[in-house]
């Protein structure tokens, strides 16, 4: 099919592109930007005057609630709520049920994906068989399957010993590993220890859990020198580790949730249950150093951490609700709102969801390498066309995620985000249109 996006704001991070222009789409890729070819015929025509044109927004932390438990999230809701939100190409760790540590369960999952056509899903594979964290996955196979890095999701390492055989054979064969940081036996409590979690009565989990985690790691990959990503980071002292890491020369990235960018333990209130998160919202010292972080690099990229939960997962007394929230229909409004209380430029801002994520992802996206995250003629036709002054608020019941649970719920917080998404292409085929 041929498009035109005619007459928005085109904005490529990766290239510093940021004019007016035209763009040009042809069979799933980008023929021209600026004034399309004398011969050019779109079959249709995307009025994009007063809007900005992205490329389709990269996510590195989005679960999907499928293999299993489909009550909470289903393939098809969650990758709609993903064209919704501007975003074209997500990574699902592999806690699912069951784990992610078998080729045939990465196959489906990336062959139900292709079938819906709403976003590019690229799977972490289990570091661990079952995620026990005492035998190492098939990660050749699982490589082979479509897993673009190992991970043990939210599940911590107790044993050293494996991770460091994980790390050597990751080494080994240029694979990725993906940790988030949390130490199994001081990461148990419910919310970050502090005044606030001592003044509820919840149980705490320290800095420590995140700082000992990151060390061990680091020490691991100065050995292996395996290429590390480490996942959602919460703190100022997780901050200056990667700091000094990045400085050092090790094979190291990070990201960010973007929960742990705009909120804080106070924001708990009366032990509101949609606050119950992973990791766990930290003081304003450690979200202000994740804000300056991100900004100048440290930090590579800013995340949804989507976790759709069922109301009746929710809805129960802090410390027993399970943890997590809907994110990927607010990730762009929460980077543009970030990126503006910075004083950053749009380019730079989008630049954390866009560029900078694939990166992170490097050559395992494959055919994609060249140009996902941009915006380039002979590209991939994956676009964003968002109004950047449009302000909303958010209504759980009108997301098209399964899961309607959320910190930045109007109703909890009274916040209005920037940005609204209008359409939402991928390989040039609209995969959302607001109408």
Known sequence: ???????????????????TADVAIASGRI??????????????????????????????AARLREPGRGHEGLLESELAAAAAGGVTSLVCPPDTDPPLDEPGLVEMLKFRARKL????????????????????????????????????????????????????????????????????????????SGAVATRLGLSGVPVAAETIAIATLLE???????????CRLSSAA????????????????????????????????????????????????????????????????????????????????????EPGATGLELLLS????????????????????????????????????SSAGRLVEGGVADLCVFDPAAEWAVEPQRLASRGKHTPFAFASTGMRLPGRVRWTLVAGTVAYDAG
């Not at 099919?1 to 004019?19: F, H, I, N, Q, Y």
């Not at 897993?147 to 991770?163: E, H, R």
């Not at 950053?344 to 994609?368: F, K, Y």
């Open 117 to 192: 056509s709403r976003c590019r899903l690229f799977p972490l594979g289990a570091l661990t068989r079952g995620l026990q964290g005492q035998a190492l996955a098939e990660m050749g196979a699982l490589h082979g399957a479509g897993c673009i890095g190992f991970s043990q999701g939210d599940v911590p390492m107790a044993d050293t010993l494996v991770l460091l055989r994980a790390l050597q054979y990751a080494a080994t064969f240029g694979h990725a590993v993906w940790m988030r940081p949390l130490d199994a036996w001081l990461g148990k409590g419910v919310a970050a």
């Open 220 to 230: 691991l990959v100065r050995a292996t020198r395996a290429r590390l990503h480490l």
């Open 1 to 19: 099919m041929k498009l035109l996006v005619r007459g928005g704001r085109v904005v490529d991070p990766a290239s510093g592109r940021d004019e």
């Open 334 to 369: 929460l980077v543009l709102r970030w990126g503006a209380d910075e004083g950053l430029s749009l380019p730079a801002t989008l630049a954390r969801v866009t560029c900078a994520p694939v990166r992170v992802m490097g050559e395992a996206v494959g055919s994609l390498a």
């Open 238 to 321: 997780g901050v200056a580790l990667v700091r000094g890491a990045k400085a050092e020369g090790l094979p190291v990235s990070a990201d960010v949730s973007i929960n742990s960018l705009h909120l804080t333990d106070v924001d708990i209130g009366f032990f509101n249950p949609d606050m119950r998160l992973v990791p766990p919202l930290r003081q304003g010292g450690d979200r202000d150093a994740l804000r300056r972080a991100l900004a100048d690099g440290t930090i590579d990229a800013l995340v949804s951490d989507h976790d759709p939960v069922a109301d009746d997962a929710k809805q129960l007394p802090f410390g027993e609700a």
């Open 31 to 60: 023929v021209a930007i600026g004034r399309a070819p004398a011969d050019f015929a779109p079959e249709r025509t995307i009025d994009a005057a007063g809007l900005v044109v992205a490329p389709g927004l990269v996510d590195l």
